[in-house]
C-alpha cells in the first residue's frame, strides 16, 4: 500500500509509494514494481501501447510522453507557489489527455510528495515549505476526489466493504485517503477510513459494519507491536464476522517488517484486488 515520505524519515509530512509504472503513451498508471522501497517513477509503454505503437521514439510517442512530464514539473511548481487555480488547471487538461483522475494521485502526486520529502531530509526546502505542499496536496485529492463524483456510487450492491486506517501513531492521511479512491475507482470495495479511532473501539464498528477487510498502513517498524494487538483484537470476534487483516506501508515495502500475526503483508497495491 502507499504510504508518506515523512514517514519513512520518522519526521516529514507524508508519504509515499515504491517505484511506480506509467505507461507514457496512454498515460495510465501501471501498478509498483519491485524495489517496492524506491519511490521513484518508471515510464514505458503499456503492452496495448507497445504492440499499437512499437516504434517508442516515434513523434506521437514522444509528444505522449513529454506530455506527461510536464504535468509532473507543472503540478510541482503550482504546489511550490500554492498556485491551486493551476493545479485545478492542470488536472483538468490531465483528464482531457485521458489521465484516470486517481492515476494523478498515485503517479503523479504521490511521487512529487516523495520528492519534496526529499528535499526537505536534504535541507533544500524548510518544514513550513514541506507542510505548505503537503496542505497544498491535500486540497488535489479533494479536488480529484470531486471530479470523481459522478461516477461514484457508495456501497454499491455485491461490492465488499473494507476499513482502512493508519497504524496507531502514524498520524499522516494522505496515504490512506489516496489508496481510498484508487480502492473504489477499481470497484475492488466499498473503502472506509477509520482513522481517528480508539482501537479499543474496533470490534463495534467491524460487528455494525461487517467489513471484509481490515486495511492498515504501517509506516514504522516501532508500530508493529500496536498492529499486532489489533489483529489479535479482531482474531478474537466471531469467524462469520472476522474479517481479513491486511498490513501494508513503507515497514512492509522496506522489507523492515516481513511478518505480522494473525495478518496478511502486501507490498504491491494491485495484490488487494486479489485479496
Same mark, same amino acid.
Given at each position: ?18 517505484? @511506480? ?53 507543472? @503540478? ?7 498556485? @491551486? ?191
Amino acid at each position: 500500500m502507499i504510504d508518506a515520505a515523512a514517514d519513512r524519515f520518522a519526521c516529514s509530512d507524508e508519504v509515499l509509494t515504491p517505484m @511506480l509504472k506509467w505507461c507514457s503513451y496512454c498515460q495510465q498508471f501501471q501498478g509498483e514494481t519491485s524495489p517496492y522501497e524506491d519511490c521513484s517513477v518508471t515510464y514505458g509503454l503499456c503492452r496495448r501501447c507497445e504492440s499499437d505503437h512499437p516504434d517508442i521514439f516515434a513523434s506521437e510517442v514522444v509528444r505522449h510522453s513529454e506530455f506527461l512530464r510536464s504535468v509532473y514539473h507543472s @503540478l510541482y511548481e503550482a504546489g511550490r507557489r500554492n498556485d @491551486l487555480p493551476s493545479a485545478q488547471q492542470l488536472v483538468k487538461e490531465s483528464i482531457a489527455a485521458n489521465f484516470r483522475p486517481v492515476d494523478i494521485l498515485l503517479g503523479i502526486l504521490t511521487p512529487l510528495l516523495y520528492k519534496i520529502g526529499e528535499q526537505w531530509r536534504s535541507g533544500t526546502v524548510t518544514v513550513a515549505d514541506e507542510h505548505e505542499f503537503t496542505a497544498f496536496s491535500g486540497r488535489v485529492i479533494e479536488m480529484i476526489e470531486a471530479s470523481m463524483q459522478p461516477g461514484r456510487t457508495r456501497r454499491r450492491a455485491g461490492v465488499p466493504r473494507y476499513f482502512l486506517m493508519n497504524a496507531p501513531g502514524n498520524t499522516h492521511t494522505l496515504a490512506v485517503r489516496i489508496l481510498a479512491l484508487w480502492l473504489e475507482s477499481r470497484g475492488i470495495c466499498t473503502p472506509t477510513v477509520v482513522n481517528h479511532l480508539d482501537p479499543r473501539e474496533l470490534p463495534q464498528h467491524i460487528l455494525k459494519a461487517a467489513p471484509k477487510a481490515l486495511l492498515i498502513s504501517m509506516a514504522l517498524p516501532q508500530q508493529l507491536n500496536s498492529v499486532a494487538a489489533i489483529s489479535a483484537r479482531v482474531g478474537e470476534l466471531p469467524a462469520g464476522v472476522r474479517p481479513k487483516v491486511i498490513v501494508g506501508g513503507y515497514a512492509i515495502k522496506s522489507g523492515l517488517v516481513r511478518f505480522v500475526p494473525g495478518a496478511d503483508v502486501v507490498t504491491d497495491i494491485n495484490s488487494l484486488g486479489t485479496s
